[in-house]
């Protein structure tokens, strides 16, 4: 190990070395990432000429290389500075923060003597408070040796773990070059994509693969990961997934790939939510409220080191260790993830707003492979990532029950929201349900500061519990806040619908939408050394390309199916129509459809409509014209014992029809094989609904990308059929039929959207 070295971040080498105490996120969240960046600037711009801003630093302690970016220093007055932004009362900032602070810029004040050969620097300190602009600097004198002393001593602490870290590593790469592949052989099509993701960690390009149920994609994907990453000094793979049974997929593929390896020393880490890994929901995250929190940064080294011996650190695992020495599991995750190789977790914690991974990436400068499952849903996802909406109902419930130092600022948000409300109303008529805006409305933005300001000051002193009321519109505020400063003209839509409450004053609800999440994801592809996005809906790929932000060069594969023509008929129901106006008459021939296809071959049915009205009254006339067939339905709000409830009528030996909703929680994801399931019917192109919200991403879309109507309603519909439709065949024993139902579906442009291995066939 005597040549190889470690580098690490100076700001993570004193989170390691220079943390102890409570956990404590009073003085969190710290202003937006904007007004950070402006305080920053305009500390700089009070400085003197010769002054130079964003100072990079590097310096080697043994074979420990230690590097980072200082904020300032002065050469005429050889001080070298610290810049740290905040709201509310500097004095409630915690001893320990300052001291990481302190630490922080002892550390660069080492570097700095050591690179310019200073005899000694003066050391600041300056807390900007971003609503007063005012400083208060901190000084200190240190001799150079000083520091050196102070450097070499954190820089001995780092590396006991370093070293362990580094032997670690340098068996991680061992065991994991000599990886075999865990089955005989692979399946067909699992090769072709196990090589495109291979290639994608070789070349660096990101790869969008469409590839069928029934070939072990994750698997197909993860393997070749961990294959590269020796060659390719992959730091970590993150496994990124919509949906919480993805993880569970990915945690037993990873179990799977390591049983004939049992001692390959991978870590993996599963991340869970906050919400559900809290083990005391009734309390805040600071010492004073919650026993795990306090003294948390005291008893983490001893965590960290037990967790970091464990291979497989899933949900209960983590829960364990955690307990075990007295500290939040969820902070000890988010710990733990700067130690795994191989992360599995929401798509969230990669490519949302304050993504934790993505930010560990870029701080750190990881080489990272991800990998993003199902990445259909990575659009409404991600939309929904970069959308704020403010409810002024909710708010004036907050308001009329808010402590004493709150009701000013409230009440001024609220006189803004009425005047924003009168000028819509006066613009738009008062009978307008929808109204959009050309922008996000300045005056009622900085109301809106004003009272995340005042609740922040108030927070400081009277932390509230995760899930109060007041909480939740802080956060739900400083997201609007932050979506506000990202705000594009092309990217979003600023619209408010009119709320009338039955009784009191009438309201509104404000949306900032997120229409293209395009330039934040691209900034996460773009920090990654490989990203792959793999599902089995995927068409056409320059869709996603267009609304993920994928860059030119992203390679695209197709994975051919591994089934065969001949075990699904696909037949198109050419005589009926179910666009709205034909719905009532659409329902007899559908019904009879159904009883047709179940008398000829009675078994298992999934029937799947495009709204819960639709489903009902289809499910009503089948009743009654033919009481004696076995029928169930998806219900509104299903729990996830009623869901299963639904799932278990699909007995091998049963049969029967189950009435559920394109687009539903049993239109994907599902996994009916053999007789449990032998054919489905697809009522509807699943296009989305008309409504003013969808008109206005069509306009939109239309604009930037040219074809507004397929990209918001014929591409996502298409997809949920496909993905409905492909419930029927799930292994190669399977067969099955598929009746889709609407003459659109013989058009040309919508057949070339079905799954080329489909063999259609009419009606
Ligand atoms: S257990 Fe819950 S309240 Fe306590 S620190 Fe963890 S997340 Fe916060």
Same mark, same amino acid.
């Given at each position: 190990?005597?040549?190889?070295?470690?580098?690490?971040?100076?700001?993570?080498?004193?989170?390691?070395?220079?943390?102890a105490?409570?956990?404590?996120?009073?003085f969190?969240p710290?202003?937006?990432?904007q007004?950070?960046?402006?305080?920053?600037?305009?500390?700089?711009?009070?400085r003197?000429?010769?002054?130079?801003?964003?100072v990079?630093?590097?310096?080697?302690?043994?074979?420990?290389?230690v590097?980072?970016?200082?904020?300032g220093?002065?050469?005429?007055?050889?001080r070298?500075?610290?810049v740290?932004?905040?709201?509310g009362?500097l004095?409630?900032?915690?001893? &320990?923060?300052?001291?990481?602070?302190?630490?922080?810029?002892?550390?660069?004040?080492?570097?700095?003597?050591?690179?310019?050969?200073?005899?000694?620097?003066?050391?600041?300190?300056?807390?900007?408070? #971003? @609503?007063?602009?005012?400083e208060? @600097?901190?000084?200190e004198?240190?001799?150079?040796?000083?520091?050196f002393?102070?450097?070499?001593?954190h820089?001995?602490?780092?590396?006991?773990?370093?070293?362990?870290?580094?032997?670690?590593?340098?068996?991680?790469?061992?065991?994991?070059?000599?990886?075999?592949?865990?089955?005989?052989?692979?399946?067909?099509?699992?090769?072709v994509?196990?090589?495109?993701?291979?290639?994608s960690?070789? /070349?660096?390009?990101?790869?969008?693969?469409?590839?069928?149920?029934?070939?072990?994609?994750?698997?197909g994907?993860?393997?070749?990961?961990?294959?590269?990453?020796?060659a390719?000094?992959?730091?970590?793979?993150?496994?990124l997934?919509?949906k /919480?049974?993805?993880?569970?997929?990915?945690?037993?593929?990873?179990?799977?790939?390591?049983?004939?390896?049992?001692?390959?020393?991978?870590?993996?880490?599963?991340?869970?939510?906050?919400?559900?890994?809290?083990?005391?929901?009734?309390?805040?995250?600071?010492?004073?409220?919650?026993?795990?929190?306090?003294?948390?940064?005291?008893?983490?080294?001893?965590?960290?080191?037990?967790?970091?011996?464990?291979?497989?650190?899933?949900r209960?695992?983590?829960?364990?260790?955690?307990?075990?020495?007295?500290?939040?599991?969820?902070?000890?995750?988010?710990?733990?993830?700067?130690?795994?190789?191989?992360?599995?977790?929401?798509? &969230?914690?990669?490519?949302?707003?304050?993504?934790?991974?993505?930010?560990?990436?870029?701080?750190?400068?990881?080489?990272?492979?991800?990998?993003?499952?199902?990445?259909?849903?990575l659009?409404?996802?991600?939309?929904?990532?970069?959308?704020?909406?403010?409810d002024?109902?909710?708010?004036?419930?907050?308001?009329r029950?808010?402590?004493?130092?709150?009701?000013?600022?409230?009440?001024?948000?609220?006189?803004?929201?009425?005047?924003?409300?009168?000028?819509?109303?006066?613009?738009a008529?008062?009978?307008a349900?929808?109204?959009?805006?050309?922008?996000?409305?300045?005056?009622?933005?900085?109301?809106?500061q &004003?009272?995340?300001?005042?609740?922040?000051?108030?927070?400081?002193?009277?932390?509230?519990?995760?899930?109060s009321?007041?909480?939740?519109?802080?956060?739900?505020?400083?997201?609007?806040?932050?979506?506000?400063e990202?705000?594009d003209?092309?990217?979003?839509?600023?619209?408010?619908?009119?709320?009338?409450?039955?009784?009191?004053?009438?309201?509104?609800?404000?949306?900032?939408?997120?229409?293209?999440?395009?330039?934040?994801?691209?900034?996460?592809?773009?920090s990654?050394?490989? /990203?792959?996005?793999?599902?089995?809906?995927?068409?056409?790929?320059?869709?996603?390309?267009?609304l993920?932000?994928?860059?030119?060069? /992203?390679a695209?594969?197709?994975?051919?199916?591994?089934?065969?023509?001949?075990?699904?008929? @696909?037949?198109?129901?050419?005589?009926?129509?179910?666009?709205?106006?034909?719905?009532?008459?659409?329902?007899?021939?559908?019904?009879a459809?159904i009883?047709?296809?179940?008398?000829?071959?009675?078994?298992?049915?999934?029937?799947?409509?495009?709204?819960?009205?639709?489903?009902?009254?289809?499910?009503?006339?089948?009743?009654?014209?033919?009481?004696?067939?076995?029928?169930?339905?998806?219900?509104?709000?299903?729990?996830?014992?009623?869901?299963?409830?639904?799932?278990?009528?699909?007995?091998?030996?049963?049969?029967?029809?189950?009435?559920?909703?394109?687009?539903?929680?049993?239109?994907?994801? #599902?996994?009916?094989?053999?007789?449990?399931?032998?054919?489905?019917?697809?009522?509807?192109?699943?296009?989305?609904?008309?409504?003013?919200?969808?008109?206005?991403?069509?306009?939109?879309?239309?604009?930037?990308?040219?074809?507004?109507?397929?990209?918001?309603?014929?591409?996502?519909?298409?997809?949920?059929?496909?993905?409905?439709?492909?419930?029927?065949?799930?292994?190669?024993?399977?067969?099955?039929?598929?009746?889709?139902?609407?003459?659109?579906f013989?058009?040309?442009?919508?057949?070339?959207?079905?799954?080329?291995?489909?063999?259609?066939?009419?009606?």
């Amino acid at each position: 190990m005597g040549t190889m070295s470690y580098t690490v971040a100076v700001r993570a080498l004193c989170e390691f070395t220079a943390k102890a105490g409570d956990l404590d996120l009073r003085f969190t969240p710290s202003p937006t990432a904007q007004e950070g960046i402006a305080g920053h600037a305009t500390v700089a711009g009070r400085r003197g000429t010769g002054y130079q801003r964003e100072v990079v630093l590097a310096g080697e302690y043994k074979h420990l290389k230690v590097r980072g970016r200082a904020d300032g220093y002065d050469p005429a007055k050889n001080r070298l500075e610290e810049v740290k932004t905040f709201r509310g009362d500097l004095a409630r900032l915690p001893d &320990n923060h300052r001291a990481l602070h302190w630490a922080q810029v002892k550390i660069y004040g080492a570097l700095l003597c050591r690179e310019r050969e200073l005899e000694q620097v003066e050391l600041a300190l300056v807390y900007f408070d #971003i @609503v007063k602009q005012k400083e208060t @600097v901190l000084k200190e004198s240190h001799e150079a040796a000083q520091l050196f002393e102070f450097f070499a001593h954190h820089c001995e602490i780092f590396l006991q773990w370093a070293d362990r870290e580094l032997a670690h590593r340098d068996e991680r790469d061992r065991t994991l070059s000599g990886l075999t592949f865990p089955h005989q052989d692979f399946r067909p099509g699992q090769r072709v994509l196990a090589e495109s993701v291979f290639q994608s960690a070789s /070349t660096g390009r990101p790869l969008l693969a469409q590839a069928p149920t029934g070939i072990g994609k994750t698997v197909g994907t993860l393997f070749p990961l961990l294959k590269a990453a020796p060659a390719k000094k992959l730091d970590k793979i993150f496994f990124l997934s919509a949906k /919480t049974p993805g993880r569970k997929l990915a945690l037993d593929a990873v179990r799977t790939l390591m049983e004939k390896q049992p001692d390959t020393p991978l870590r993996t880490l599963e991340l869970i939510a906050r919400e559900k890994s809290c083990e005391h929901p009734d309390k805040a995250c600071h010492g004073e409220s919650c026993p795990l929190a306090q003294g948390f940064y005291d008893r983490l080294p001893a965590a960290r080191a037990a967790a970091a011996n464990h291979a497989m650190l899933d949900r209960q695992r983590l829960r364990e260790l955690a307990l075990e020495h007295n500290v939040c599991p969820y902070y000890l995750s988010q710990e733990m993830a700067r130690w795994s190789d191989l992360v599995v977790g929401d798509y &969230n914690y990669y490519f949302d707003l304050s993504a934790l991974l993505y930010g560990l990436t870029t701080e750190n400068q990881w080489r990272v492979a991800v990998l993003a499952d199902e990445a259909h849903n990575l659009v409404d996802r991600a939309r929904g990532m970069y959308s704020a909406e403010l409810d002024q109902l909710t708010f004036r419930a907050l308001k009329r029950q808010a402590p004493a130092p709150l009701k000013s600022a409230f009440e001024r948000l609220n006189r803004q929201w009425n005047a924003l409300n009168k000028e819509t109303d006066a613009a738009a008529g008062p009978d307008a349900a929808y109204r959009v805006h050309d922008q996000p409305p300045a005056a009622f933005l900085l109301a809106l500061q &004003n009272a995340i300001a005042a609740i922040t000051d108030h927070l400081a002193e009277q932390p509230a519990v995760l899930n109060s009321d007041l909480n939740r519109f802080y956060f739900d505020a400083l997201h609007f806040n932050r979506i506000a400063e990202l705000f594009d003209d092309d990217a979003f839509i600023v619209d408010s619908v009119p709320l009338t409450p039955a009784r009191g004053r009438p309201g509104s609800r404000l949306c900032l939408r997120n229409v293209v999440p395009a330039a934040p994801l691209a900034a996460r592809f773009d920090s990654a050394h490989s /990203t792959t996005l793999f599902s089995a809906t995927l068409s056409p790929p320059g869709y996603y390309a267009d609304l993920l932000g994928l860059p030119d060069n /992203t390679a695209w594969v197709d994975v051919p199916s591994p089934f065969r023509a001949e075990q699904l008929e @696909v037949r198109i129901q050419q005589r009926i129509s179910t666009r709205y106006r034909d719905r009532q008459a659409s329902l007899a021939p559908i019904t009879a459809l159904i009883a047709d296809q179940f008398q000829q071959r009675p078994g298992n049915y999934l029937a799947f409509f495009s709204s819960y009205d639709y489903l009902e009254r289809a499910l009503a006339m089948l009743r009654d014209q033919h009481p004696h067939l076995p029928v169930w339905a998806q219900q509104r709000r299903m729990d996830e014992a009623a869901r299963q409830d639904f799932l278990d009528r699909f007995q091998e030996s049963g049969q029967g029809i189950g009435f559920a909703v394109l687009g539903g929680a049993f239109s994907e994801g #599902i996994d009916l094989p053999g007789q449990r399931l032998i054919g489905a019917f697809v009522a509807t192109l699943g296009l989305p609904q008309i409504n003013p919200v969808n008109e206005q991403f069509k306009q939109r879309l239309g604009a930037l990308f040219g074809d507004g109507y397929d990209y918001t309603y014929l591409y996502p519909g298409l997809r949920k059929v496909v993905q409905a439709a492909g419930r029927v065949i799930r292994t190669g024993d399977d067969q099955g039929v598929v009746h889709l139902i609407d003459d659109r579906f013989a058009r040309p442009q919508v057949r070339a959207l079905l799954p080329a291995w489909w063999r259609l066939g009419g009606g």
